[in-house]
């Protein structure tokens, strides 16, 4: 079965998830050849380790709080915040609470 993501014109909640985000996982919202938009659920304690995307990210503080280490500096994001980063740059995400991000991922030309 194909995954089904947002098509052009359809709505689409990104809302808190409350009690429900703990059986909620991580989920491609929508995906063209230029971006991509998935909604990140992490687990109090949950760490992914660094790494770096081929394009520019934002990323976006749904619910919960993490911590966000990226060009030398450990962010905490909260409900609202959101970051940007340069294409490539070598970042490292950490749950301190249930979490639920929003990242829109550039597609790097190939």
Aim: glycine share 8%; charged share 20%; hydrophobic share 45%.
């Amino acid at each position: 079965m194909a995954i089904q993501h947002a098509k052009p014109g359809e709505v689409f909640d990104v809302g808190p998830l409350g009690d429900a985000i703990a059986d909620t996982k991580t989920s491609t919202l929508l995906k063209t050849a230029t971006f991509e938009v998935l909604r990140l659920n992490l687990p109090a304690g949950k760490v992914i380790a660094e790494h770096k995307a081929r394009g520019e990210i934002t990323v976006q503080c749904i619910e919960g709080r993490v911590t966000f280490t990226a060009m030398g500096n450990a962010n905490e994001l909260t409900a609202g915040k959101m970051l940007f980063l340069s294409a490539a740059e070598p970042h490292e995400v950490q749950a301190m609470e249930d979490s639920s991000l929003l990242v829109t991922l550039m597609l790097a030309k190939k």
